[in-house]
Structures are given as C-alpha cells and as structure tokens.
C-alpha cells in the first residue's frame, strides 16, 4: 500500500532516536579530546632519535653516516657530521650528528630512514598531535626535539623494540666476545713473539656503556 | 494563589499595561511595536533552539551525538553558529544584480514573518484579527515565491537560477493542495478568520473537544497539509531547489555570511508559521483536547503543539531521502491534488450527513464517522493501487558513453 515503506521507515528511525538514548553502544563515535582508541602498534607518523642511557647527547646511537639522509625521498633530513669522535654501545670510536634536523613539514612518513638505518637510531613516533602556531621554526624539529630514550620506543612499539633490544645484546655479546678472542690472539701472539715479556699485559677493552 | 486565567491572559495583561502607560496618540504606534517585536524575538529564538535540536535530533536518528561541544551539551551551538555567519566575508558576484541581491533575503525574511500577523498563538493572543486570515496567510505565503526567484535571478549562476525555477516549480504545485486541504476546514466553519476557526474548535462536548483533526476528513487533510507544508518550506523529502549532490545549494548558492543565514532563517521561520497554521487549521489552535487539561495556560498548549510539528519535521527529514523532479511532480499532481478534493467531498458529506443521521439516531456520530472515513480511504486504495500499477523493480542496466 502507499505510504507502507515511509512508516517502516519512520519506524526505524524512531528506534533509532530512542534507542540511542538507552543503549550505549548504539553510539559508536568516539568522544576524541576526553576519549581515545589506542593506536594501533604498526602506526607511525614522524621519526625520532633514539639514544641509550639517561643523557641524550651522549647515548644518542646515530653515528651520522647520513645513509637515511640520501635515501629520503623528499629530503627532509639534514645532517652535518662531528669532527671528533665518541665511543659507541660496543665501544668503538664513531662520529656523531653535530647538527640533525628533521623538517615535518616535509616529511612523508614513508619510514624509509627507518629501514634504511644499520644502526637502530631511528624509529617512528605514535605523536600525532603536532598543531603548532609556528609554521616554519615550530615544524623544523632539531636534535633535542628528536632525541627520545629507548624507554619510550618501548613503550609505543613494544614487539618492535624488543626484537631491536635483543638484537642489540647479542651485537653487545658478539663484539665482547670478538673483542676477548682478539685480547686472547694478541696476549697469545705477545708470548710466542716475546715469551720473556710475559708480564706486559694486552691492552684491555674498553668499558662498555650500554642500556 | 493566580487563577488559572490570569497566567492564561498574562502576556496580554502585560501588553495592555504597557500600551496603558503611554500617552494617548502613541498608544496604537507603541502596541504595534510591542507585537512586532514580541513575534520577532519569540520566533526567532524559536528558531535558534530548533537548529540545534534538529542538528541533534538527526544525530540521534544516524546513532551519533550531534553537537556536543558548545555549552552544556552543545546548547549554545546556535551562537556560536550566530557569531561564525556574522564575521563571515560577504561575497556578491561580480555579474550580480546588486540590488534586487540585497534586497532577495530581505523580502523573504519580511515576508515570512508577515504571515504571523493572523496565528492564534493563544487565546486572545492574535496581532490581527483579520476576518480573511486564511486567505491574508495564502497570498503573504505566496510571496516567498519572489524573494526566492529574486535570489536566484540576481545571483548570476546557473545552479541558482535551476534551484529558483525548481523553487517555483515546486512550490506552486504544491500550493494547490496546501489550500485546497484547508478549504475543507473553512467550508465546515463557515468563516475564513482564524480566530473563529479556533474557537469554533475549542468547544467541547463529552469532555472532548471538537478539533478538526478528530473527524475523518480532518485527519486526511491534516495529513495532506503537512506534506503539501513539507513542500512548501523546500523541506526533505522535498528539498529539491537546494539538492546539494545536484545543484550544490540552489538559490542561495550565492549568498555567504548574514545573508545566507537569513535565507536560513526564514526557511525556518516559514516552517513554524504554516506548522502554526496547521494548528489553527486542524488541531484545535491554543484549545486543550480534553476539558479538563483546559487549565494549562492556552500559549502553552500551542507551543507545545508548534515543537511535536517541528519534531515530526525532523523525523521525516531524518528518514526519507530526497525525490526526483519527476516523482515531486507526480505526486503532487496525481495524488495530492484528487485526494485534497476527495477530502472536500468528504467534509461536505459530513457537513450534510449530521441533520440526517446525528439528529435522530444515538450512533449517528459513528455511522457518519464510518462513512466519512469510508469515502476517503476506498478512493485512496484505488489510487495507490493505479499509481504503482504497471511499476516493477527491475534490475538497472546502465548504458555507458562510448
């Protein structure tokens, strides 16, 4: 009969209407500023430095080889080398970033420098709200913006990191054990070139800094 | 303790003492202004709440919360809104017709608001008694027909000037059966005064009052009022002139900042005003339907009829989509217009059947209820019938341009 469909219809949106009122998970919006959902452990959206320890300057791990410098697709890394050198997690002797600035609002979060990156010092963040009233300083992130502890990697890509962390020992325990075996060679070496010397001692490795 | 009357008369107490206090040659210039301003800031206060509970209302329907963050619960969304159209850029076209541009929304805000000169919006609580309001209503209605073409001959624009003519289109079909489904109602009364109109509706007999809405030809022609209304205000479902997936906003394409927010305005403003006559017309203007609800003061009563009005505008609007310009035209034409007049003969056999068989006969009422219903549901089954014959839903095919 005509008319029929309007009143299911109306019916419809009338249960709707009241149900909403009764039925909480009728409403599924998300009340964003007071509620969130979680995000997601693979979501990304700008990178950050990672570094070791409690001081940023001195456990940040990029050595600045600038591969993730080349390999960004819309440039928007910058990078400027150290002259001196420090020691690394495993105690060699490498340079770091003097200057390292990230423009966000260049970036396009392929996460390229991530994949590219031989020595875990750069990951993406979760943080997403990054309104600024400064459109050119505000966006243009330096060293101390980027540099974040390893606890926080932890905490947003908790899988991630500790896939990385477990690496990361067992290339801690490699160098030491590599590091032990050259000691022992050398020791080795010393006393079959010069077995009078035997009080000389090899020298030993460096103390490793670390977590 | 106040008797139930004087909070009834309170408004007109106050009106009078007003006007009272002036000296004697401004008396009738300082009532004018005092009625004009109070149906201004009424309705147009009225219209603020309306847009925010419609917006919520809607959301309710689609199962979300609607605007939640100005005030409590979002009540101050209409001042914000206010305050966003005001700082809003006024963007003329450079080819418009400047003046008639300016004046379009003026002309369909005055005009809009002319129409309330003859609602009964309680008992003694009319600006005009005019012994024609209805037909004063019709013709100051018609008018919105002009600012509306006016809006959309002067923008300039295609998609203006498509929306105006759909406009017009539209809203003299459905003219025809707006007046012709009232025409019932003035033919039982036997006057065109709204007033009388009420009045007479606001008698009561076995505790009931004698609302046109209680009879079967009312029912009918309330029913076919409010759509032909629906029409009328370019509501949903028929909100052709302003189909934003076709003609992106119709008429008021160009118009930006206040000017648009009047044309938004008077949408409203129009709905409330022949929501208002529909009242009058059908369902007992300021009267109470029982006797003894009549102690609820009069202006309550029409405002609370005006806000259930308005919610079932929004609850249509929230449930059926828009129509096709050939469909709006077949309905209005092939359905409204035979059952208006079927309607009118049903009224006149009520009018003719309550001598014969009220008088003699204790059922009487019955019988001519039966009857009168008989007349017009036989008539609107066999309509239905012949409109959908012949229309199967088939699967669409689609021809692609080669």
Known sequence: MLGEGIIQGLVETARNFFGSYVEKDRLTTVQYPEERLPLPEASRVFPFLLYDGTDPEAGLRCVACQICEKECPPRCIRIEKSKDKKPDFVGKQQAYPAVFDIDVSVCMSCQICVEV?????????????????????????????????????????????????ERRVKELADARAKAAEAAAKAKAAQTAANPAANGASAPAPEKVTSQ | MISANAVDQIFVTVDHWLVGRMPGPLQPLVSIVIIVAAIIVVFAGLFALTTVFERKGLGRMQNRYGPNRVGPCGVFQPIADALKSLTKEDIVPRRADHLVHYLAPLVLVGVVFLSYAVLPVGRNMTAVNLDSGVLYFFAVGAATELAVFMAGWSSHNKYSLLGAMRAIAQMISYEIPLILSSVAVVMIAGTLS????????????????????????????????????????????????????????????EYSGFKFALFFLAEYIEMFAVSGLAITLFLGGWSSPVSFLAWIPSWIWFFGKLLTLIFGFIWVRGTVPRLRMDQLMNFAWKFMLPMTLIVIFSAGLWHFLTPVVVGPKPMGGVIRWLVCALVIFAPYILLARGLERGRKIEKRTYRFAE
Request: charged fraction near 25%.
């Open chain 1, 117 to 165: 990156c031989p020595f875990d010092a750069i990951r993406m963040d979760k943080e997403f709200e990054l309104s600024t009233t400064d459109r050119f300083g505000g966006l243009l992130w330096t060293k101390k913006e980027l540099a974040k502890p390893n606890e926080y990697y932890q905490k947003i890509h908790p899988m991630e990191a500790a896939e990385t962390d």
């Open chain 2, 194 to 253: 709204t007033v009388k109109i009420v009045e007479q509706q606001a008698r009561t007999s076995n505790a009931l009052a004698h609302w046109n809405v209680f009879t079967p030809w009312g029912l009918a022609g309330f029913i076919l009022f409010m759509i032909a209304a629906t029409a009328e205000t370019n509501r949903s479902p028929f909100d052709l002139p302003e189909g934003e997936s076709e003609i992106i906003a119709g008429y008021f394409i």
